[in-house]
Nanobody, 125 residues
Framework: QAQLVESGGGSVQAGDSLRLSCAAS????????KGWFRQAPGKEREFVAA????????DYADSVKGRFTISRVNAQDTVYLQMNSLKPEDTAVYYC??????????????????WGQGTQVTVSS
């Protein structure tokens, strides 16, 4: 059974950094598009960052551009999200996602069939 497991969330102060990890098991996603999304209380799930299978193409939401960096290590089948200069508005549950067959990058939840359980990020001012 394919699984994505996020880790690295926590409670930090504004301006701090966190690094989220998402490890895959049960299936190889080394040639799949991967992404990070987040959902704050009372809000819809929103796109954060995406990366193509090779890592050569990335995309970011305007709200995180310049502060967050998505990367992947295919040999470990892991995708990362380095989050710097965190703001209170970054508070949300962060989910990683992977596509079954798509190898590019996408902002759309429909492009991803596999989702992690989420990890909480809380940023206080």
């Amino acid at each position: 059974q394919a699984q994505l497991v996020e880790s690295g969330g926590g409670s930090v102060q504004a301006g701090d950094s966190l690094r989220l990890s998402c490890a895959a098991s049960g299936r190889r996603f080394s040639t799949s598009a991967k992404g990070w999304f987040r959902q704050a209380p009372g809000k819809e799930r929103e796109f954060v960052a995406a990366i193509s299978w090779s890592g050569g193409n990335t995309d970011y939401a305007d709200s995180v551009k310049g502060r967050f960096t998505i990367s992947r290590v295919n040999a470990q089948d892991t995708v990362y999200l380095q989050m710097n200069s965190l703001k209170p508005e970054d508070t949300a549950v962060y989910y990683c996602a992977a596509s079954r067959a798509y190898s590019g990058y996408s902002r759309h939840t429909d492009a991803f069939e596999y989702w992690g359980q989420g990890t909480q990020v809380t940023v206080s001012s």
